[in-house]
């Protein structure tokens, strides 16, 4: 792992998830609290930054009404338009205060819908780096980071999950995903694994060149 290379995506850590008040946040907040994921994450971002990987925020948002999306939604995005969610503007959709990008951190924009790939210029942006290995964390577990999880693995990433950086909408669903379907297409770990290894490969970089 070179952090140079590397590429920490940041999925809908917005209000309407992890803060008190969000639209979706009820359904969030036990399984957060289990992971402790804000917490977590925090730590791998500033591990991550120290270290010289890439940060990308990956928020999703919609226009009011709705009209980027079917008109008659079903499933997951259906939930989201009942309860009026991540609309453009207003304060639920905003990426939360304790994340805010900073400094050379990459928002990326155009995410509609599950897969961080399918509508936005991801990819375009992790291969004009030079990024090859990416880590994901936020919401849901089983939804976002899941799609994105798979989307990177096809496309030839080195996919890295981090296991308690993430939440479901219950702990069954979030448990499950982790034990059976993240080993398939991604190497889970726990923020500070990760954050160890970054650190590792950094000190030994610095060390091939004399530092």
């Not at 939604?73 to 304790?98: C, H, R, T």
């Amino acid at each position: 792992m070179d952090p140079r290379n590397t590429a920490v995506v940041l999925i809908e850590y917005q209000n309407d998830f992890a803060s008190e008040g969000g639209a979706l946040h009820a359904a969030v907040e036990g399984s957060m609290a289990e992971t402790d994921m804000l917490e977590n994450t925090k730590k791998v971002v500033d591990a991550a930054r120290e270290a010289g990987a890439t940060i990308i925020h990956a928020p999703i948002s919609f226009v009011g009404g709705y009209k980027e999306i079917s008109g008659s939604p079903y499933g997951i995005l259906k939930g989201v338009v009942d309860s009026n969610a991540f609309v453009k503007g207003e304060w639920g959709s905003q990426i939360i205060d304790e994340l805010a990008p900073s400094g050379d951190d990459i928002v990326v924009e155009g995410k509609r819908g599950l897969d961080t790939f399918a509508s936005t210029n991801l990819d375009f942006i992790l291969r004009s780096k030079g990024i090859t290995t990416i880590a994901l964390g936020g919401f849901l577990t089983n939804c976002c980071v899941e799609s994105t999880m798979r989307s990177a693995y096809e496309r030839g990433y080195e996919v890295v999950t981090l296991s308690d950086c993430v939440a479901a909408t219950s702990s069954e669903e979030h448990a499950n995903a982790i034990r059976y379907d993240y080993p398939m297409f991604s190497k889970p770990m726990s923020g500070e694994e990760f954050a160890g290894q970054l650190a590792g490969a950094a000190q030994a970089s610095d060390a091939s060149r004399g530092y």
